[in-house]
């Protein structure tokens, strides 16, 4: 339990330090969500611009009057709106990718990262996110269709039973079940995301092979604290919609926005969270310690003295002969 609230805690701390990231993201997603919206508003407008109906769509909400301004042929096809708006959020997680690796050098660093050294990090290892990304796809989404028909197997033989409480029993345990399963799997390769960029690993399948190691050694640990977060997004995510229904009036379309972009924001906090946890375990158990070799003092031996070399014996000169 101590080690969730350290990995908890930190992760926290983490993001809280580096909040400027998560307004960025958080521009970059309203955004993109204007440029993908335009198409829709575009073609909303030539209709409710010119109709009575508009007043039933903007103090209130009416799901009849919206589904018949989506059907009225002067709207054109519901595919010119919806592409562009597929195309943004395409672009948004191809943003996610390119920048993510500059949040998690950012994280570990034990300053405030210079911008360039944000973008280098974020270039250096597009290729190796773009990688990872494509094989957490292929397992996620084979994990994801093999238990979700197995869920659906054994829900259709819990309605074949006379027990009436077992179809909601199995619905739900399938459904929980489900749900810690892809918990793990992407704790996985967040964890292979770390070591990619921390590491500066270029082989992205050693860290792969890393963090599924690591994960399934303290897969107690590391699932409670991205429940716990999970639980937290939950929360905010009511309380949003809670405020928006009972504190906003129908008629304020001021109230609306600000409540529900100030949800968002709030949302993007357990994201970051959750990856500041990741990097908290890849500091404390994947980091490979530093050898230090031992060393033995020699004992200090004084350095012999240069003694001046003795003076040459310089024969005296014979005595000369005395005259008789």
Known sequence: MS?????????????????????WF???NVTLALFGAGAFSN??????????YADRLVHGFSMGVFIE?????????????????????????????????????????????????FFRACGR????FIRLLIVAGIVMGIVAAALFGLHGVLEKRAAESTNELLVPEVRFAGL??????????RIWFDLAQADVVLSDQRAVRKSIG??????????????????????????????????????VPSTSVGGAILVSQLTLLLLLIPRFWQRGVVVTYYLQNMVAPIAVESFTPVPSVAPPVNEPAPAPIIPSAPPEPQAS
């Open 3 to 23: 080690e969730n609230k350290g990995l908890l805690s930190r992760g926290l701390g983490m993001a809280a330090r580096n909040k400027r990231y998560i307004v």
């Open 26 to 28: 958080y521009v970059l």
């Open 43 to 52: 073609q909303a407008h030539q209709i409710l611009d010119h109709s009575l």
């Open 69 to 117: 301004m989506l059907t009225r042929p002067e709207f054109g096809p519901t595919m010119a709106s919806a592409a562009p708006a597929v195309d943004f959020a395409l672009l948004f997680f191809f943003a996610t990718a390119l920048f993510l690796p500059g949040v998690l050098y950012g994280y570990a660093s034990t300053y405030r990262l210079p911008r360039e050294d």
């Open 125 to 128: 290892n597009l290729w190796r």
């Open 176 to 185: 929980a079940v489900i749900f810690l399963v892809m918990a793990a799997l």
């Open 210 to 247: 890393a963090a599924f190691r690591h994960t399934w050694r303290n897969l107690g640990s590391l699932l409670a604290s991205y429940v716990v977060i999970t639980i937290v997004a939950a929360i905010v995510l009511l309380a949003g919609l809670w405020a928006w229904m009972r504190l």
